[in-house]
């Protein structure tokens, strides 16, 4: 029998726990005996751990006890985990753990756990939109994705926020099956009443604009008139002249400061109000596209399909609140 456990602490987000876990529970219902899956809960504390939403889960054991070596090794996410001190004992549990394991990972935030035991050096993780930019700052030997709603990479795997989990075990048991094993995910996916794989990456949840930086700076007053003028035409001669720089220094200012260039900072600019617009309003494609300065339809759909990996059609069946949309 494929055994499972998956960790969890007090304060861990209950759904990076029984989204997995219904995921392989449900599987069990459609394979025989000898195929089904063991399913076990460490704990970090002995006894009750409240969960994030005050839900009580209850671990098999703690994990110091646990020497087995599991088939998947899963690390759930917690809201409050990303500023929580490295626990010296958990980690070097994990590291052995992990090299016994045939596969580990991580659920959301669950990953920096993982970066604590040093198991994600060199390794593409995936982790929640929200939390991509510490794990990349606190781990920076690590290839963080901060779209995909789940990375594989060898023996890790991981998933981004939350329901992706579900994604992730879903994966996990389409590979596991064999030629059988994307009908088994399919079987379960049904029953679950989930996708067997959504579309777009999360980026389609997650704001793309770059802070504004102090009011005073050259880079801070284009990114404003930038805000100001999507509908127009904007390049980094334009910007540049604005603020009297150079246009090749002012790229090079821009993306030091910022981290992007200013024709992707530009793009992003145009894609959120774009997504706004989707989400608040039942405006044709072609007026949204002409008010965001994509100019066609075409182009803002090739743009949606590019970055969020949906097109500005179904971004907008996704989020909108709009009752006639």
Known sequence: MPSIAILIFP????????GPLDVFAEANGFLPPERQYAIEVLGTQEGLLRSSNGLCLAADRHYAQA???????????????????????????????????????????????L???????????????????????????????????????????????????????????????????????????RRLVVYT???????????HLTP???????????????????????????????????PRNFARVFARELGVTPARFIESARLDAARALLAASDAPLKTIAWRCGFGTADQLRAVFLRRLGVSARQYRQHFSSHPGA
């Open 67 to 113: 020497n087995d070596a599991y088939d998947l090794l899963l690390v759930a996410g917690g809201p409050g985990l990303p500023a929580q001190p490295i626990d010296a004992a958990l980690s070097a549990w994990l590291a052995q753990a992990a090299g016994r394991a045939g596969r580990y990972g991580s659920s959301c935030n669950g990953a920096f756990l």
């Open 115 to 189: 970066g604590h035991a040093g198991l994600l050096g060199g390794k593409k993780v995936a982790t929640h939109w929200n939390d991509a930019a510490a794990l990349a700052a606190r781990f920076p030997l690590a290839q963080v994705d901060a779209d995909s709603i789940y990375v594989h990479d060898g023996k890790l795997v991981s998933s981004a926020g939350v329901t992706a989990g579900i994604d992730l075990a879903l994966s996990l048991l389409a590979e596991a099956g064999g030629v059988g094993g994307a009908q088994l995910a399919l079987q379960v996916a």
């Open 197 to 207: 794989q959504r579309q777009g990456g999360q980026s389609q949840f997650s704001p």
């Open 212 to 246: 504004v930086l102090d009011v005073a700076s050259p880079v801070a007053q284009a990114q404003q008139y930038v805000l100001a003028h999507l509908g127009e035409a904007l390049d980094v001669e334009t910007l540049a002249q604005l603020v009297a720089m150079s």
């Open 11 to 18: 304060g861990v987000q209950a759904l990076d726990v029984s």
